[in-house]
């Protein structure tokens, strides 16, 4: 992760108006948006785009050649510049489909983050769909209408259903611009074969989920991002007063480029140069959706995921985290006893306050991340007591979460799968950071396994390294034998992790 930045703000002194960004790192693009937050309201006042095309350095084995590397950190060491001066806080930077399944991707973070000063969020593909809807809903009028929305990406298309700002349905799907082009046009020709291959391709993939969305139904489609985009502009250049996209129009942009015979002779009023190398993979996506979906037409918007990133991020500061909305119907699905959940999470954080400093726990994520934790540690305990935070762990880590990153409920599942018994030494990548979080949290279990209503008396918490001291009130321990049992075999658990537990009564 990368160092905290020493800019810091006392946001009570700086007044209402402030700037946030948002960098996506996509398959094909690098798109950066700064908007200007007033009350609440946003409006955009810069946006940077790179062609970066980090799929087409994507091998079979899936890495990154050193060449695509280098040409994205040089992109972003000039997006850097734009950036300097905000508030770390107020951006955020993600990567999608290309950085999911990079095996090398690591390196290259690492160097990405070290230049922006802010941590890269590598999200799921439907995180990505939920971000994609949010960001065109505020494109549009606000009405009634159910949507389906399609963003087709270099490496990815995602399809999802929704009214207003919520998203219903959500699907993301591996083909893209990019990858399309690689898999049936890898050769540079334009022939009516390839093109029927491709749209069949895309239907292969659109095949499961078919069924699932006509059933549903929409009233309006929209499309976003740089494909559709681009065959919109098409057809108007086309034909001036077309202002939606129809499968007849596909066929015409089809027919023309079959013309071309050649990708390097592509040459289509509305379409940008350097977007010709991969739009007739595009073009076949849309066209496999079109067919698979029975869409009749579709309007264009500029609306997309850096745009939804910037909504959700101002969401975020207004304390209105769409991480806590999903937390909490976790808790509901899971039939989470909440009054409980609420007594481990205030004596976690409680505990916390006292050793952050020490332990060097004093960023935002890390008093997040334990509460949550706190809030969901028992959410495994719906499929069976036993081994409980081990099914939880289980969950956390492999269900769509929206609003977080997959770093972030990656962690949030080591935590709750470190509350209790053992600690999960076949964890290599559970930090000491991960591991003094779980440790907060396993003490405050512990004080309150008699799940009672019984208010604790103050706990002193004292920490320094790997030694931990817990004090309690003179005889209050005595009192309660349970507890002062449980702490003698929470000292022998943390033996394996090197911490060693004091406890003074």
């Known amino acids: 992760m990368a160092e905290p930045s020493p800019i810091s703000r006392d946001r009570s002194s700086v007044g209402s108006e ?4 948002a960098l996506d790192l996509g398959s094909n693009s690098f798109h950066l948006v700064v908007a200007q937050e007033s009350n609440g309201r946003l409006q955009v006042v810069d946006r940077i785009k790179e062609m970066v095309r980090l799929a087409d350095g994507l091998s079979e084995s899936k890495t990154l050649s050193a060449e695509v590397v280098q040409r994205a950190l040089d992109c972003l060491d000039r997006f850097s510049q734009r950036l300097r001066g905000l508030d770390p806080d107020d951006f955020r930077v993600v990567g999608t489909n290309t950085l999911r399944r990079a095996t090398n991707a690591r390196a290259f973070l690492e160097e990405a983050e070290r230049i922006l000063g802010k941590e890269v ?3 799921s593909g439907r995180e990505e769909a939920r971000l994609i809807y949010l960001g065109v809903s505020h494109a549009l009028e606000d009405t009634a209408d159910r949507r389906l929305v399609v963003d087709i990406g270099g490496g990815s298309t995602e399809l999802i259903l929704g009214r207003r700002f ?5 699907e993301s799907l591996y083909m893209g611009c990019v990858g399309m082009t690689q898999r049936c046009f890898a050769d540079g020709k ?3 074969t390839q093109f029927k291959d491709a749209i069949n391709l895309a239907r292969q993939e659109l095949e499961p989920l078919e069924q699932v969305y006509r059933d549903a139904g929409w009233d309006i489609a929209i499309g976003a991002s740089g494909t559709i985009l ?9 034909s001036p007063e077309t202002t939606t996209i129809t499968l007849d129009g596909l066929k015409a942009i089809k027919k023309a480029l079959i013309d071309m015979r050649q990708i390097d002779r592509i040459s289509l009023s509305g379409l940008p140069g350097e977007r010709a190398p991969v739009f007739a993979g595009g073009l076949c996506v849309l066209y496999g959706i079109f067919e698979s979906l029975g869409i009749e037409e579709m309007q264009a918007t500029s609306g997309a995921l850096r745009e939804g990133l910037i909504y959700d991020l101002l969401g975020r500061v207004n304390d ?14 899971y039939h989470i006893e909440s009054a409980h959940a609420r007594r481990v999470r205030e004596t976690a954080i409680g505990l916390l306050a006292q050793a952050a400093r020490s332990w060097k726990l004093t960023e935002p994520t890390d008093k997040l991340l334990l509460g949550w934790a706190a809030d969901l540690h028992e959410i495994g305990m719906d499929i069976a007591h036993s081994q409980y935070h081990k099914h939880g762990g289980y969950l956390l880590e492999n269900m769509d979460m929206a609003g977080f990153s997959r770093l972030d409920q990656h962690h949030l599942a080591l935590i709750v799968r470190a509350h209790r018994r053992k600690f999960p030494l076949e964890e290599t990548d559970m930090t000491t950071r991960l591991q003094r979080l779980a440790i907060l949290l396993r003490l405050s279990v512990v004080l309150h396994r008699g799940r009672t209503s019984d208010v604790l008396p103050h706990v002193g918490l004292k920490v320094r390294g790997n030694q931990i001291k817990l004090e309690f009130p003179d005889g209050w321990l005595a009192r309660h034998p349970l507890t002062q049992l449980d702490l003698a075999q929470e000292t022998n658990y943390l033996k394996a992790i090197e911490h060693t537990l004091t406890v003074v009564a």
Request: hydrophobic content about 45%; aromatic content about 0%.
């Open 18 to 21: 402030r700037q946030l960004a």
């Open 121 to 123: 969020e590598i999200i």
């Open 166 to 170: 919520r998203a219903e349905v959500m």
């Open 190 to 192: 334009l022939r009516a």
């Open 230 to 238: 681009a065959v919109q502009d098409i057809l108007t250049a086309m």
């Open 320 to 333: 209105q985290d769409t991480r806590e909305t999903t937390v909490r119907g976790l808790a509901e699905r």
